[in-house]
């Protein structure tokens, strides 16, 4: 991945569970790698187009919200929500904004 990069998933808790899934198979595993990640749910809540409840957007609703199309028989499939993940995060990405947003995922618990 080199070095200028950053994780993102749909939820903080997917981090969590990354951390803790790679140190429980081998706790001698360096995780420098989740040094810059981003929660895209949170990220994409400040986005006045997108409907929510709550300020935590369902990714069928950012996507809804967005006029991204997709196939309703699809969602929840890996592949198709991050498809669908990275449409959302082009249609909203603003530099300084998602800057903000990047934690280091290796202290999260």
């Known amino acids: 991945m080199g070095e200028d990069f950053v994780l993102m998933s749909w ?17 001698d ?7 810059r990640f981003a929660d ?10 997108i409907k929510c409840e709550q300020n935590q957007p369902g990714l ?14 699809t969602l929840h499939n890996a592949l198709v929500d991050a498809t669908l993940s990275g449409e959302v995060f082009v249609k ?9 947003r990047i934690f280091d995922a290796r202290k999260v618990s």
């Open 92 to 100: 909203t990405f603003d530099k300084e904004r998602f800057q903000k």
């Open 11 to 27: 939820g903080v808790q997917d981090a969590a569970i990354l951390r803790e899934n790679c140190l429980y198979y081998n706790r």
């Open 60 to 73: 069928k609703n950012a996507v809804i919200s967005l006029s991204i199309e997709y196939d309703e028989k």
């Open 29 to 35: 595993i360096s995780i420098n790698w989740l040094k």
């Open 40 to 49: 895209l749910q949170n990220f994409v809540s400040e986005d006045k187009r």
